[in-house]
């Protein structure tokens, strides 16, 4: 139906202004359910698979001892890219399995469903690497600069590729993400001992400004694609048709 249509019907019958309309709506009892008790019921719906990868990543943290000689943070490293490849998958679910009409159409609408999803599981995923830094400069003697340059560069980078990929594929190309997962973790593993990223690092701080920047460049883009995925997601259901 074209506007010029819509504008001669709307024209032929307009329609009467509501009557009481907010005393109306108002009438309807509305269960209270605070933003912490949203954000807790929307966390129950993540696919526990996240939870557990990151549990596993924690313990090897905690067990970096059977990694073999300084190799713990490299391990670590290659571990962190599948991170990112988990909540790409957790933004598109919706999409994936046509859920994504019955969510729009829920009482909270899929684009604040998305970002609570997307909030929960990127807040956790920079906890936890954040909580495993330390780990690595008590039990190797890493430097915490070096540390968390070598766990956030592989995680942001496959995270960028990754939302950027399943959003424009409107919730496909996930084999492909899983591919980048496994390309960037199998860069971490084959580069040194302790990782092509910590072992570039050097006193030179041009080298180092470099490669913080690069960090920051990455997160940048990364929150960018969280933000375009949250708004692209009351638009399946017209991209799709």
Request: net charge positive; charged share 15%.
């Amino acid at each position: 139906m074209n506007k010029k249509l819509k504008q001669d019907l709307k024209n032929l019958y307009p329609a009467p202004p509501p009557l009481d309309r907010e005393r109306f709506l108002q009438s309807f009892p509305e269960p209270e359910l605070s933003f912490g008790q949203f954000l807790w019921r929307q966390a129950g719906y993540i696919q526990k698979g996240n939870w557990l990868l990151a549990a596993g990543i924690l313990a090897l943290a905690a067990l970096r001892d059977c990694c073999g000689d300084g190799m713990a943070l490299r391990v670590l490293a290659a571990c962190t890219p599948f991170l990112a490849l988990m909540t790409a998958a957790e933004s598109s679910r919706s999409v994936r399995f046509g859920m994504e009409e019955l969510e729009l159409s829920s009482r909270f609408p899929l684009k604040v469903i998305v970002a609570a999803k997307l909030g929960i599981l990127g807040l956790g995923n920079l906890l936890l690497l954040g909580g495993i830094t330390p780990l690595m400069l008590l039990g190797e003697g890493n430097p915490m600069f070096q540390s968390a340059i070598s766990l956030l560069v592989p995680y942001l980078l496959t995270a960028f590729l990754n939302l950027w990929i399943v959003r424009t594929c409107q919730g496909g190309g996930l084999y492909l993400c899983m591919g980048i997962a496994v390309l960037v973790s199998g860069l971490c593993l084959l580069s040194g001992k302790q990782g092509m990223l910590y072992e570039m690092m050097t006193p030179d701080p041009l080298r180092n400004f470099s490669l913080t920047a690069c960090t920051f460049l990455f997160a940048v883009l990364t929150g960018r694609e969280y933000l375009k995925t949250i708004r692209q997601s009351e638009e399946y259901r017209w991209s799709l048709q």
